[in-house]
């Protein structure tokens, strides 16, 4: 499963070693042009137009509750199935004497 990383200013990937640092706006999907020096406390552009203007969804929230749910039925699931191979496994092995 992915990780969605939130809009924001990062570190620029594309950052030359021998140029002072900078930062390049990430909208959710990908790179944009947009670039400040690193550090500056500016507020976050507004986005052009949101995702989901045009047909597609509205971002979801991280999954990480649902993770932990999706293991807890996992586990229970296989402790189940285990419990009711050892109760055959006891049925048929007993001795009908």
Not at 27 to 50: I, M, S
Not at 83 to 96: E, R, S, T
């Amino acid at each position: 499963m992915t990780q969605v990383t939130p809009p924001g200013w990062y570190p620029d990937p594309g950052q030359t070693h021998d140029a002072p640092p900078t930062e390049r706006w990430w909208d959710g999907n990908a790179w944009t042009a947009e670039v400040r020096p690193a550090g500056t406390a500016q507020a976050a552009p507004p986005p052009a137009y949101p995702s989901y203007a045009y047909g597609g969804h509205p971002a979801q929230p991280p999954a990480g509750n649902r993770r932990a749910l999706r293991t807890g039925i996992a586990v229970a699931a296989a402790a189940a199935v285990l419990a009711c191979v050892g109760v055959g496994v006891y049925a048929l092995a007993k001795d009908p004497g």
